[in-house]
């Protein structure tokens, strides 16, 4: 028997195909080579030998060639920060915000009072500080940054005194140990692994340049256990002379605890506390861009922005825009609340969940016997992981093309839509569906039913 592989056609033969030359007309020559190529290769690499119709292969690679990768999409995951997603969706105002200093010239480095140059780390100083309780503040590019930055600051070549409990791995490759070297300091490890007591800090005290506490965001430790409380960390530390350094990871600036979401550590309560730093992200409970926060006492906030890692980690304009429109809604509790998406879908009610559901199943085709099933949402983004947030889902079933059909079908849709599968069931969450996209996802359901592909 002849394999097909073999007896593919060159490069050159392909590009005078009428069909394929006809593509030179719409894109540039090397993005139909490459098109061409990409198809060639596949036939080679792949069981099912040359496609039926070399024109539209080279078609669709071409199309995809020049599709955005990053694309929007829409998440019916019901997992709320979703780290992978893209954490947090901004507030209608942080939108607006990034969309006029994006348009056009603004205030970044410059005094409108005195028409002086001014400086980018004033931006959303004011706010962090009044919305923290601390003395001044400062945002750079994240929350990592923002802890190298402030153990660089703090004790580059000295001792840090960390739990042996918080030698973490957080996520995407950022584990504690390494963020501690890297940032120049020197760990130094006190306690055991479930247990550390005041005691230990004490002892290792001498020589030290500051006590770091880092939250353990993505897991809980229950049993034997312990750990000095905060304000017991600030007071050995301000004996000593040295800074208390408390990263608290996720941002959470509001007041959940109405909601049942509690035990997650609240920069104000961190600031109340008596920690000299307070460090936290910018896209995780806080509800905005990407962005690392350092809050905390004005000498120390100083010493961070005038080392010479502030300009490499510094942030950009539009996550200065996004941030302070973001930071502005948390002086009215209840704005912040309802028009930071985070938040609002944190504390979205069981009626209101059951409601979106039903009337998300009511627009779905009936080929997928929508149902509407008790579930549950999640925090995502390594944020109060003990958190039960009870739900209403929508749940489909797809007959012959079987629910993990259905969901790659979704996810290559155009919106992609990202779903959960369950026992052979599609799930959707009205809880992460932003208003408005019911009737997008109602309609990529059809279309995933009608594709023909498969
Ligand atoms: C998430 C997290 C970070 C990193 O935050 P990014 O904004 O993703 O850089 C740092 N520390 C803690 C405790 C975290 O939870």
Not at 49 to 62: C, S
Not at 108 to 133: K, M, P, Q, V
Request: one cysteine or more; hydrophobic letters at 50%.
């Amino acid at each position: 028997m002849t394999d097909p592989r073999r007896e593919l056609p060159s490069v050159d033969r392909l590009l005078r195909d009428p069909g394929i030359a006809a593509l030179l007309a719409r894109a540039p020559r090397n993005a139909v080579v490459a098109a061409t190529r990409a198809a060639l290769e596949a036939a080679r690499a792949g069981r099912g030998g040359p496609p039926a119709d070399w024109a539209e292969e080279v078609a669709e690679r071409l199309a995809l060639q020049t599709t955005p990768s990053l694309r929007p999409l829409i998440n019916a995951t019901g997992v709320i920060l979703h780290t992978n997603l893209g954490r947090a969706p901004l507030a209608a105002t942080a939108i607006e915000a990034v969309a006029r200093v994006a348009a056009g010239y603004s205030a970044l480095e410059y005094d409108l009072a005195t028409g002086a140059r001014g400086h980018r780390a004033d931006h959303c100083r004011t706010l962090l500080a009044e919305l923290t309780g601390a003395e001044d503040g400062l945002a750079v590019n994240n929350a990592a940054g923002a802890l190298v930055l402030a153990l660089n600051a703090m004790a580059a070549g000295q001792r840090v005194l960390i739990s042996r409990g918080e030698l973490i791995e957080i996520g995407g490759s950022f584990r504690i140990p390494e963020i501690l070297e890297r940032s120049g300091a020197i760990l130094a490890e006190v306690g055991t692994t479930n247990r550390t007591h005041l005691a230990d800090y004490a002892r290792a005290l001498p020589g030290a340049a500051a006590i770091l506490t880092v939250h353990r965001s993505n897991f809980d430790q229950r049993g034997f256990v312990a750990t000095p409380d905060p304000a017991e960390l600030a007071s050995l530390a301000g004996e000593a002379g040295i800074p208390f350094i408390h990263d608290v990871g996720s941002g959470l600036l509001a007041d959940l605890a109405a909601w049942g979401l509690t035990g997650e550590p609240r920069v104000p309560e961190a600031v109340a506390a008596g920690a000299d730093l307070v460090l936290f992200s910018g896209d995780k409970l806080l509800g905005g861009p990407q962005a690392g926060c350092v809050v905390g006492r004005r000498t120390l906030v100083a010493r961070c922005r005038d080392n010479p890692l502030a300009r490499a980690l510094r942030a950009d304009k539009l996550t200065l825009a996004a941030l302070e429109a973001t930071l502005a809604l948390y002086r009215d509790p209840a704005a912040a609340r309802s028009r930071i998406p985070v938040l609002a879908m944190l504390t979205a009610s069981a009626d209101e969940l059951a409601d979106r559901a039903a009337r998300l199943a009511a627009l779905l085709p009936a080929a997928v016997g929508a149902r509407v099933v008790p579930g549950e949402s999640a925090v995502g983004g390594g944020a109060i992981p003990g958190a039960v947030l009870p739900t209403t889902l929508v749940s489909l079933e797809a007959a012959a093309l079987r629910a993990n059909g259905l969901a790659v079908r979704l996810r290559h849709g155009d919106p992609p839509v990202i779903v959960r599968v369950e026992h052979d069931r599609v799930l959707l969450d009205p809880r992460t569906l932003q208003p408005g996209e019911d009737a997008l996802v109602a309609a990529a359901v059809g279309a995933a039913l009608a594709d023909p592909a498969g």
